[in-house]
């Protein structure tokens, strides 16, 4: 075998979805590692549709699976809409190179047509559960005599390819990070290389696409190393070099489980919707399984290319954890500039608001807002949630909010009365005005705290509470005089007069 870990040397590698439904998050994982180790040595990354499960087939699959890849920013070199030089890439359009490749097979002398029914395989299975013993083909088709053979054809009765496994001894191949992993290979079957349909197994397709299109590296899930010394034994039988296998740990829930839809494993344009960045999510799947060292944890994109190295991948299980992914997307929120923090969070913002109101939003306005607010939004989905209130006219909230800790009704109209007054008089409606202007009233009403030491200070927690709740009708916003600059005097002023309303039929 050629030495392929040098990484000056390019690679070619391939990402091979099954459009049989939406891959979740995690399944990108090892598309960014296969693209990753492409572009991190200048060679190729190709896409691949393994359609041949023809029953499983799900409309619209491998659109949304292009549009993910897309979306992540993981373009392919070759692929179904790009073309190449090894097309086509779509398997159901190489089925006469599959029937070549298993006749070949059968000529040689390592396979063979078998012709069992499902009837008669599902009965062996069961008699091999009764004796507890392993559930595997018998290899009765195996040892046919030729004019058995003969008679099944001539009687036209359907059949397979099954590939003749060695039956002593043992298979050994090599795990790029595991080493060199040995199999006895009396506990490997006679796999089904060709279905009685014509289409292939995908055991078999993926092996001779692998070597048709010259890929040089095979980065799979782990959940493949049982299966690897079947794929060496076919090599090995039509004299093929083998491919770099690189099998990747599992990507397991909090609990170590298998991961779930409840654990966030969603279908990757879920997380689009629900406001994630894609450079978050690629950061994020990099670090599943993958580490540079135990300290940095962001990379921009062309640092994620420079720094790739399929030898740090690890082989301990990694942990798909929703709460660090929110972490990291917050991150990458935090960095955008203002103008393409307003481009991405306006849909969102429009798409939360009653009709009426999205109608009536100015860009430059929401911009204002979004920088204010940046700072608290984990995803941008956040964002009408976090903002709304600034865009509607007057926000709805129970009374009793405005009564927080070491207030009741009369404080509370006293101090909101001498807000609204010292507000009304503010010429300079700045952050650092409205903060004089405030603290200023805090100490005339006489709202004192005691310190740890003994000494006393101006205590702003419950006007500046009720004052938040009167502008925003919530407990928890922006900086108070930041978002109030924002909102401006007008509705400002209108909305504390509205709380003082509010107040007067709290006293009944």
Request: with cysteine.
């Amino acid at each position: 075998m050629a030495d392929r870990t040098n990484d000056t040397v390019p690679v070619r590698t391939r990402y091979a979805p099954s459009p049989t439904g939406f891959p979740h998050i995690g399944n990108y994982r090892t598309a960014l590692f296969e693209w990753l180790a492409a572009r991190h040595t200048g060679g190729k990354f190709v896409l691949r549709v393994e359609d041949t499960d023809r029953k499983r087939l799900v409309s619209g699959s491998i659109e949304a699976i292009q549009e993910g890849l897309k979306w992540l920013g993981l373009e392919w070199d070759e692929g179904p809409d790009v073309g190449g030089p090894y097309g086509p890439y779509t398997q159901s359009e190489r089925l006469d190179l599959y029937r070549k490749y298993g006749e070949k097979l059968i000529e040689q002398g390592d396979a063979y047509r078998c012709y069992c029914t499902e009837e008669r395989l599902a009965q062996m299975r069961a008699d091999q559960e009764a004796r507890k013993e392993p559930t595997r083909y018998d290899r009765r088709c195996r040892y046919l005599t030729p004019e058995e053979r003969a008679a099944n054809e001539a009687e036209g009765l359907p059949s397979v390819i099954r590939f003749a496994a060695p039956i002593e001894g043992t298979t050994t191949y090599h795990d790029f990070l595991r080493g060199d992993i040995t199999f006895d290979n009396s506990t490997i079957d006679d796999m089904i290389l060709l279905k009685s349909d014509g289409y292939p197994t995908y055991n078999f397709a993926n092996i001779i696409d692998d070597h048709l299109m010259d890929i040089t590296h095979v980065i799979r899930g782990e959940e493949y190393i049982s299966s690897a010394p079947r794929y060496a034994q076919v090599y090995r039988a039509f004299g093929w070099e083998e491919p770099t296998v690189v099998h990747v740990p599992l990507v397991l829930a909090p609990d170590r489980s298998k991961l779930a839809k409840r654990h966030g494993a969603l279908p990757l344009l879920d997380y689009r919707d629900k406001g994630y960045l894609p450079d978050a999510i690629c950061n994020f799947l990099l670090l599943l399984g993958w580490s540079y060292d135990d300290k940095k944890e962001f990379f921009t994109r062309e640092e994620m290319i420079e720094a790739f190295d399929d030898r740090r991948i690890g082989t301990s299980p990694a942990i798909f954890d929703v709460t660090r992914l929110d972490w990291f997307n917050g991150h990458y929120i935090r960095a955008l500039s203002p103008e393409r923090l307003t481009e991405l969070a306006l849909p969102f913002l429009l798409k939360g608001l009653p009709a009426d109101v999205a109608a009536t939003v100015d860009p430059s306005f929401a911009r204002q807002v979004f920088v204010l607010d940046q700072e608290r939004f984990k995803t941008l989905a956040d964002v009408p949630l976090l903002t709304s209130f600034f865009f509607i006219e007057q926000p709805e909230y129970d009374a009793q909010l405005l009564l927080g800790k070491g207030m009741d009704v009369e404080r509370a109209t006293k101090a909101l009365d001498a807000v609204i007054a010292v507000l009304g008089e503010q010429s300079e409606w700045t952050p650092k005005a409205l903060l004089r202007a405030l603290d200023g009233t805090v100490e005339r009403l006489g709202y004192i705290r005691t310190k740890a030491d003994g000494s006393q200070v101006p205590d702003r927690g419950p006007v500046f509470m009720l004052v938040r709740v009167g502008v925003s009708g919530r407990k928890e916003t922006p900086g108070l005089t930041e978002m109030m600059t924002v909102l401006g005097r007008e509705r400002v002023l209108r909305r504390l007069q509205a709380a003082m309303e509010q107040l007067r039929t709290l006293a009944g």
